[in-house]
């Protein structure tokens, strides 16, 4: 029997809950996908250039990726930790060949990255015996209490999200620069004032430092060359360890490197990561030195991290990066993205900044250049506008004022030629003046 749009709609708002949001007016109800493609429920295809939230890595429904997992499926489906398994193991050592500096060889599998975020602050802690964590303004790192207290967006922290210990330090948010500098005259001052927080906010000696290398949901916040370099050392020598959160930046997203934080020469001691890294399968992943990984003594267990299948899919889409060379498609696709994003900064005076790496690009939008105050209402129409003109993009930003681009890391020169022409069309039909109603 064929569910209708209407039954799906009506389900929805009995049955999930109201903090589940939408980006549009009317739910936008997915059937079907393939490669760079998805259909809606009324057979309209089209474009995805925001890879389900970062997660489409490999496009959607990857034969070679599927057809390892169909294989799995058959063979064995779930245990749980406590039993050793091929997949699991296998994932974990190929992980450990390709970490920053190959330095990283231990890792610990779960369902989310939230939870790979929550493993890493334990793990920091019982590395250190210190219990204090440096997180980053504008940054997102999940939907527990934990994550909840880490991020530093107040849309994103629910409920009593706050926790004893866990400070937040300026990022590096060029575009709006917290001290009313302009880079590189500046001299990285927001990398700097690490020391000053650690100095005023804390005992002094702490547990860690966690942040995006990219901040995702913070709107594709993109640090200076020099930016975590200095905050590097000032976290050592207070004896924290350094965790890169790579859950939408890992996997060759940034372009020409596996790792977000590769692209600043820095070497982590704890990295997690989820979203692409098994191109849409629940996972996630913290891997980290030897040394920190063993300092977590005890037992632990996750029934469903390093899952067989899921296992399965994410070293299969690992080798499919590696085997196509997908790294370096995504330095080449994203330069040649970014060049047209460029463009339409020069075309459309709504297009306040281009800012990104690899294909991780985005375009925070104003009402004016000079004020740079957010223009909210003519992202949503410009979300509006892409979805009619069949092309699926994200939003973010602290304002909601920032759109969001990560298609899938093999797409073409063609697809983005053509999801330029898409945007550039939605652009002008959000920003269109309205005309004069006649009386």
């Not at 937040?168 to 709006?176: K, L, S, V």
């Not at 070293?315 to 498609?329: H, P, S």
């Amino acid at each position: 029997m064929t569910v209708t749009k209407d039954e799906i709609l009506l389900a929805q708002k009995e049955h999930i809950f109201p903090s589940v949001f939408h980006y549009f007016k009317e739910p936008l109800i997915l059937d079907h996908a393939k490669d760079q493609y998805v259909w809606d429920i009324d057979g309209n295809r089209y474009l995805d250039f925001f890879g389900g939230i970062v997660t489409i890595s490999v496009g959607h429904c990857n034969e070679t990726v599927n057809a390892k997992v169909r294989a799995q499926v058959d063979r064995l489906q779930h245990v749980s930790t406590v039993f050793a398994t091929e997949p699991q193991v296998a994932l974990a050592k190929k992980i450990a060949g390709i970490t920053p500096g190959r330095e990283l060889t231990k890792s610990f599998f779960t369902n989310s990255g939230t939870e790979a975020n929550e493993t890493a602050i334990l793990a920091a802690r019982c590395y250190t015996g210190a219990t204090e964590i440096v997180a980053l303004r504008h940054s997102y790192h999940g939907r527990s209490a934990m994550a909840m207290a880490l991020t530093a967006q107040s849309s994103w922290r629910l409920g009593p999200a706050t926790q004893p210990g866990i400070v937040h330090a300026h990022n590096a948010y060029c575009y709006r620069c917290p001290f009313g500098l302009s880079y590189p005259s500046c001299e990285v001052r927001c990398a700097k004032d690490v020391e000053e927080l650690i100095r005023t906010t804390t005992s002094g000696r702490i547990a860690g430092f966690i942040a995006e290398p990219i901040q995702g949901v913070g709107g594709f916040i993109t640090p200076p060359k020099e930016y975590f370099p200095i905050v590097e050392e000032i976290i050592r020598n207070h004896g924290g360890v350094f965790i890169s959160d790579e859950v939408q930046t890992g996997w060759g997203r940034t372009g020409g490197k596996w790792f977000g934080i590769e692209q600043w020469g820095v070497t982590p001691d704890i990295l997690t990561s989820a979203k692409g890294m098994a191109n849409g399968s629940p996972v996630g992943l913290t891997t980290a030195r030897a040394a920190v990984a063993d300092s977590i003594k005890g037992i632990q267990i996750s029934t469903f991290g390093g899952n067989p299948v899921t296992a399965t899919a994410a070293k299969a889409v690992i080798d499919f990066i590696e085997e196509n060379n997908l790294q370096i498609n995504a330095a080449e696709m994203g330069s040649y993205l970014r060049a047209g994003l460029e463009e339409l900064q020069q075309k459309h005076a709504i297009i306040g900044d281009v800012r990104g790496m690899g294909l991780m690009q985005a375009l925070e939008l104003v009402q004016d250049r000079v004020s740079k105050t957010p223009a909210v209402a003519a992202t949503a129409a410009v979300m509006e506008a892409a979805r009619e003109n069949r092309v699926l993009i994200g939003k973010g930003g602290m304002y909601g004022n920032v759109v969001r681009i990560t298609p899938p890391l093999n797409i073409t020169r063609a697809d983005v030629t053509e999801f330029l022409r898409l945007l550039d069309i939605s652009l002008v039909a959000a920003t269109r003046p309205v005309a004069a109603t006649r009386r």
